[in-house]
């Protein structure tokens, strides 16, 4: 599925990184734990149905989304394992979880009586609030969840909790995210005397990689399966072997060539301290670029990392090309990702940014088209 693209910029996605990181990551999970794909936020910027037919392709068979709407593109596009959606989702929309056999994430008391109420057939996972205080029942409200084996058309196939701190080797961190397993766990096998509590899973990304003892039957896995770290600075108690799947390429534009003393751009923030070669690169803010970079970060050119000068615009920016020899307009510009032997990671943009990779990768516009490559 490669294809050149013709476009001023665009979004490169590589099935086979993917492919490497599912299958690495897949090695570290216990023999019975199942590998849940979590593509929430269209795969975290990626494309939804592509990653997640890829991920058929290679033999996943359970997805996590947010929203309804995400699990019923992906049972429109063909998708045949189980889909969670983690989030709320609104009642009145129970019989399209009933239609699209989705599965839906109870997240307290009352949205079980509403949504047992409209009387559709649906199964559900519970979700448990171990200490987090987002979504699920109280880890110790063990009245309330055993109320749930009333509601006959809710069918409980699971239960699962979200760990908080697990990406810090804080030694307080550490003990928290330890009273999150250990009460979950002990929630666990009090309802195991009396009820069939399905599948169970705790462990998202830095989950798994932190607390490889953990022994469920599913782990959900975003970030890490898309080759990147949330931050640069999270902690991860093993060196992984990734990939990251998403690069971002634009082209030069135009390319001047001004005096030393020479301002630029928008607010002529930028002033030009010797005799410069300044490309004009047709992808900015609009493209989901954060502005934060301007004067502020770099891209790749023929391999040679030539800096962003003065602020970013909407639709382009601004690039001293100087150090680049033989240049011309239309050679490609790696704003994330490798050429050469130079790299941009999603990391270093986040970081400039004072923000993680993920809302990096969410911001992405979708004017920036997506190129496949690999997945053969
Ligand atoms: C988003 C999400 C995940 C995936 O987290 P990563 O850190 O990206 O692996 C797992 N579980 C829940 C409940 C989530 O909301």
Same mark, same amino acid.
């Given at each position: 599925?490669? &294809?050149? &693209?013709?476009?001023? &910029?665009?979004? +490169?996605?590589?099935?086979?990184a993917l492919s490497h990181n599912i299958n690495y990551l897949s090695s570290l999970l216990k023999p019975k734990t199942k590998f849940m794909a979590v593509v929430k936020a269209d795969g975290y910027g990626h494309g939804l149905i592509?990653?997640?037919?890829? @991920?058929?392709?290679i033999g996943i068979t359970a997805y996590a989304v947010a929203t309804i709407d995400e699990g019923i593109k992906l049972r429109k596009a063909g998708i045949s394992g189980e889909i969670l959606i983690l989030g709320f989702t609104h009642p009145i929309r129970a019989f399209e979880l009933y239609k699209y056999h989705l599965i839906q994430s109870i997240i307290d008391?009352?949205?079980?009586? +509403?949504?047992?109420? @409209?009387?559709?057939?649906?199964?559900? =996972?519970?979700? !448990?609030?171990s200490g987090m205080h987002r979504l699920g029942f109280d880890v110790n409200d063990i009245g309330s969840i055993e109320e749930l084996y009333e509601y006959n058309n809710l069918h409980i196939k699971g239960y699962f909790t979200h760990l908080c701190v697990c990406d810090s080797n804080k030694r307080s961190d550490i003990s928290f995210t330890k009273s999150q397993i250990n009460s979950f766990n002990r929630l666990i096998n009090k309802l195991k005397k009396y009820n069939d509590v399905g599948k169970i899973h705790i462990q998202s990304s830095y989950g798994l990689i932190n607390y490889p003892e953990i022994d469920c039957d599913y782990a959900r896995i975003g970030i890490l399966m898309y080759g990147i770290k949330?931050? =640069? &600075?999270?902690?991860?108690? !093993?060196?992984?072997?990734l990939s990251p799947v998403l690069s971002i390429k634009s082209r030069i534009a135009t390319i001047h060539h001004l005096v030393k003393g020479t301002k630029i751009g928008y607010g002529l923030t930028y002033q030009v301290t010797k005799d410069s070669i300044v490309a004009t690169i047709p992808i900015g803010y609009g493209d989901g670029i954060p502005r934060q970079l301007s004067s502020n970060g770099y891209v790749l050119v023929k391999g040679?990392?030539?800096?962003?000068?003065?602020?970013?615009?909407?639709?382009?920016?601004?690039v001293d090309v100087s150090r680049v020899k033989n240049l011309t307009s239309n050679e490609v510009v790696t704003i994330i990702g490798k050429d050469g032997n130079n790299e941009i990671r999603i990391e270093q943009l986040a970081l400039a940014a004072d923000? !993680?990779?993920? +809302?990096?990768? @969410?911001?992405?516009?979708?004017?920036?088209?997506?190129?496949?490559?690999?997945?053969?």
């Open positions: 599925m490669v &294809s050149i &693209s013709t476009s001023r &910029s665009w979004v +490169e996605i590589d099935l086979d592509t990653i997640a037919r890829h @991920c058929q392709r008391s009352k949205y079980a009586c +509403e949504l047992s109420w @409209c009387g559709f057939d649906i199964d559900v =996972h519970v979700k !448990i609030d949330s931050s =640069h &600075s999270d902690y991860l108690k !093993i060196k992984l072997d040679q990392k030539c800096p962003i000068i003065g602020r970013i615009c909407m639709d382009q920016m601004l923000t !993680i990779s993920n +809302e990096i990768l @969410c911001r992405i516009k979708k004017r920036l088209p997506r190129i496949y490559k690999g997945g053969n």
